[in-house]
């Protein structure tokens, strides 16, 4: 069974400008959250979505936004690019999301903003 | 004070080592998750746990409800277990559900 894929691996953007990044679950996976991390923090919870609906949202401004496909692939575009996004972006998928279900995390994306 | 604690924040250790990294929250849970983060970025769940104690091979889970308070062991550490370890509480289901992060131990395993 394939893993949690995430695509791009890296990016190098610029300021100002906007990035798409993408996500593929496990199959059969229903739910998709995004995090964000940065050196020395913790993650940070960006959103989850459950069955191409935003289910929760993290304290992030609203330049990071992130939609739910129906076949469970998600991507989440970040506009404005700004120094600070400088992160790992990680996405997780789980069966439902919630209580007592694993989640399987992709390899991230390493987003670099100059 | 954040919701859920790690300590240490850093461990260096000794190949064949006993290895503690502690967790403790201060809020009710449902189940506490402990996952591994290696160098390259990925994350892999290692435990997910509500009550008592879970094995996976030289990894043991523990965790202490009434204390709020959880341990994640390591017997006869080795180098290749050189990562962050990350607990994150995972709170009553309710409509506002995410789970609540630790910071994350980073762990150094010496030849």
């Known amino acids: 069974k394939a893993g949690v894929t995430q695509t791009p691996r890296y990016l190098i953007k610029t300021r100002g400008q906007q990035v798409t990044l993408s996500c593929s679950p496990i199959?059969?996976?229903?739910?998709v959250s995004w995090y964000q991390q940065t050196p020395g923090q913790g993650l940070q919870f960006l959103f989850e979505?459950?069955?191409?609906?935003?289910?929760n949202k993290g304290n992030f401004p609203g330049r990071f936004s992130g939609r739910q496909f129906s076949n469970s692939r998600s991507e989440m575009n970040v506009s404005t690019l700004e120094l600070g996004d400088s992160a790992l972006y990680l996405c997780?998928?789980?069966?439902?999301?919630?209580?007592?279900?694993?989640?399987?995390f992709g390899n991230g994306t390493r987003l670099t903003v100059t | 004070k954040n919701e859920v604690e790690q300590s240490p924040q850093n461990l260096t250790a000794q190949e064949g080592e006993f290895i503690t990294i502690n967790c403790s929250y201060s809020?009710?849970?449902?189940?506490l998750h402990w996952l591994q983060q290696h160098p390259g970025g990925g994350i892999v769940s290692l435990f997910m746990?509500?009550?008592?104690?879970k094995k996976h091979g030289r990894l043991i889970a523990t965790i202490n409800i009434q204390e709020k308070h959880s341990s994640l062991h390591i017997t006869a550490s080795h180098p290749r277990d050189s990562a962050v370890y990350i607990c994150?509480?995972?709170?009553?289901?309710?409509?506002?559900?995410?789970?609540?992060w630790g910071a994350g131990t980073k762990l150094i395993i010496k030849p």
């Open positions: 997780a998928s789980s069966l439902e999301g919630g209580v007592r279900s694993p989640l399987h």
């Open positions: 199959s059969g996976h229903r739910s």
């Open positions: 979505y459950f069955s191409e609906t935003q289910r």
């Open positions: 809020v009710g849970i449902s189940a």
């Open positions: 746990l509500s009550s008592g104690k």
């Open positions: 994150a509480a995972e709170p009553p289901m309710d409509s506002n559900y995410q789970l609540i």
